[in-house]
């Protein structure tokens, strides 16, 4: 069978029955349908942002903007808060994706050393954490205790290690070929060596979804600001959001005129919040489904 | 930790759900490597491995007092907890805070919402991913499964805030979902106030969110099955179908099994977040679950020991299910988390 083409999967060699082939057309109308309606909500979303509030409220916007404006963004853009709020959410990311990137590769590198006595041990303690953990006032009364409140120490420190980022790390780690670390030794390369200098080099796919899904985790996050901080020039950009939320739908103004006004100015928010994370989405797809798959399969 | 046969043919798929899958036997070849050196007392591993140790400082420091500190601070649910006190309390006062919870109405609202809600996301939300595993794994053009791929994904990165956001403005009375409604000439409904439908509107934005995510591990679990697998079964005259069943199911099945129990373990932790983004007090006959009651007792009112209580009294459910939940897949299955 010289035609049969190398790059399908060899299950095409033999004929399709047609009971398949009316399966893989229903198998991709539903999967189109699948998308579209993951996509519906932000679509959805972009055309409200750009929508006059009458028509909003009138229930006659969907899939394309009415009455087309952009006064709200200018508004939100020249709310003094919202930058500050906006420039927070950048600092906590940024700090608090090093802390934990430190933490989880030096822990993960650790643990995935067979030689290292007491390993089983060490990796218990991170596990077990997965299972059992102190509840939200034990937490609470923590970080007040470590004087944390109202400092970004307790939005940056507190969630340093994900035990799960941590285990696809210390799965990547063990399948890295020991030649090439034994090799290093033997030419003289300490162990700080061969981490700095050989495994942080090849390890760069896995590093990039880890900081990926540390930064994603940080930049998303709302509910330790909402917790430990009090002053609104302190506060993310998730937690500026999540007020005008409730203002407009909370206990507040449940059922009011309120929650019709603010709709706009909710989509313009909303649409500048996960703005950066839509942006950067396409370049960074590819290597955190590799990563998670570099570390996921056994080789 | 169970000991497998290394020989055993189920042993080469177990494999694949590496991920999460924590803890297994040592392959033999590190054994042999050892066998020589016999008992490493910690002195000379401490001597040889020094900066391997030094690794380990800073992360063990952050769990004894981020993770194990809080574990400890549990004991405040026996005892009198003051303000400007010791985190830890001041006195014991027995089982009273206890006592105090199983004769309150309102916990045993919440902890029957959360049961519902836990159940509801394990039986309707886990399986999903499954399915659109294999459906994905069905496809014949790349381009058009990477495509599906990228757009189910993209939920996963969203905040819980806008998830919120975006259900709120779905359900709202001018949202879509009411000009759907309108279109049809049925009655519009104020969703957000009816507690009936609290429960379809969270397992549905929980599936929005989560179901294209969850397919990763999986995917990458279907990566590792033989194709010679397939070919055989194919010569045996079995159908795509049959291959699914035969195959591709028991192929991913260490992956599912390891997902099920961690997601059998946080059962009680549902959607804290989610609950207190979406409930409003005209449903929380279905929409209060126990982490966010603990939340209003304890951060909002400030009585710490009782939803200290709460908490704990949770915590260990969520423990024992996990426990059982292994004990029971690794006699029953064969594969387990340890």
């Known amino acids: ?299 | 930790m169970t000991i497998r046969d290394p020989l055993a043919p189920e042993s080469a798929p177990s494999e694949a759900g590496g991920a999460v899958a924590v803890e297994k036997p040592p392959p033999a070849r590190t054994g042999a490597r050892r066998a020589g050196g016999g008992k490493v007392t910690w002195r000379q591993a401490l001597r040889k491995d020094w900066r391997l140790y030094t690794f380990l400082v800073l992360p063990v420091v952050f769990l004894i007092i981020f993770r194990y500190v809080p574990m400890l601070g549990n004991v405040i649910a026996f005892r009198r907890f003051r303000p400007g006190g010791s985190m830890f309390g001041d006195e014991w006062v027995g089982l009273y805070y206890i006592e105090m919870f199983i004769n309150d109405p309102t916990f045993w609202r919440v902890f029957t919402n959360t049961l519902i809600l836990g159940a509801l996301t394990l039986i309707i939300v886990f399986p999903l991913p499954v399915v659109l595993a294999l459906l994905l794994n069905e496809l014949r053009s790349r381009k058009f499964k990477r495509f599906v791929q990228t757009v189910t994904y993209l939920p996963h990165f969203m905040s819980i805030v806008i998830v919120a956001g975006i259900v709120l403005q779905l359900t709202s009375l001018n949202g879509t979902i009411n000009q759907i409604l309108g279109a049809i000439g049925a009655e519009q409904i104020s969703f957000m106030q009816e507690p009936s439908w609290f429960r379809p509107i969270y397992v549905s934005s929980e599936i929005w969110q989560t179901v294209g995510w969850g397919t990763i591990l999986y995917l990458a679990a279907l990566t590792t099955i033989d194709d010679q697998l397939y070919e055989a079964a194919r010569i045996d005259g079995a159908n795509r179908w049959r291959q699914t069943w035969h195959i591709t199911l028991p192929g991913i099945r260490p992956t599912m099994v390891v997902l099920l129990i961690l997601n059998i373990g946080t059962f009680m932790a549902v959607g804290f977040e989610k609950v207190l983004l979406l409930y409003n007090p005209l449903i929380f006959s279905t929409a209060d679950v126990i982490s966010t009651y603990l939340y209003r007792v304890g951060i909002q009112s400030g009585s710490y020991s009782y939803s200290t209580a709460i908490g704990l009294f949770e915590a260990l459910i969520g423990l024992t299910l996990v426990m059982s939940a292994n004990a029971i897949s690794r006699r029953v299955v064969g594969s387990s988390l340890w």
Do not use: H
């Open chain 1, 1 to 299: 069978m010289p035609d049969v083409s190398a790059v399908r999967r060899s299950t095409t060699a033999i004929k399709d029955t047609r009971g398949y082939r009316a399966f893989s057309v229903v198998n991709v109308v539903v999967l189109t349908l699948i998308c579209a309606l993951t996509l519906y909500p932000f679509i959805n979303l972009v055309a409200k942002a750009f929508s006059s509030e009458g028509f909003i409220i009138a229930g006659q916007v969907n899939l394309i903007p009415r009455g087309f404006n952009i006064t709200t963004f200018t508004a939100v853009l020249s709310d003094d808060m919202f930058w500050i709020n906006y420039k927070n959410t950048v600092i906590y990311t940024v700090v608090a994706t090093a802390i934990a990137i430190a933490m989880t590769t030096t822990f993960a590198y650790a643990i995935s050393r067979k030689e290292l006595k007491g390993r089983q041990f060490f990796i218990g303690l991170a596990v077990f954490t997965m299972f059992f953990s102190g509840g939200l006032i034990p937490n609470y009364l923590l970080i007040n205790e470590l004087g944390f409140k109202n400092t970004i120490w307790a939005i940056v420190i507190p969630n340093a290690i994900s035990v799960f980022n941590l285990l696809i790390m210390k799965s990547f780690f063990e399948n890295f070929p020991t030649e090439l670390e034994e090799a290093a030794a033997i030419d003289g390369l300490s162990t700080y060596g061969v981490f700095f200098r050989i495994v942080i080099p090849l390890s760069k796919a896995v590093l990039a979804t880890m900081v990926l899904f540390y930064a994603v985790a940080f930049w998303n996050s709302w509910f330790s600001a909402f917790l430990y901080l009090d002053r609104a020039e302190l506060y993310p950009v998730t937690v500026y959001l999540r007020n005008l939320l409730a203002a407009a739908t909370g206990t507040e103004g449940l059922g009011s005129d309120g929650a019709q006004i603010a709709a706009n100015v909710q989509s313009v928010t909303m649409v500048l919040t996960v703005l950066p994370i839509i942006c950067l989405y396409p370049f960074i797809q590819k290597y955190f489904v590799s990563g998670v798959m570099l570390g996921s399969v056994k080789g």
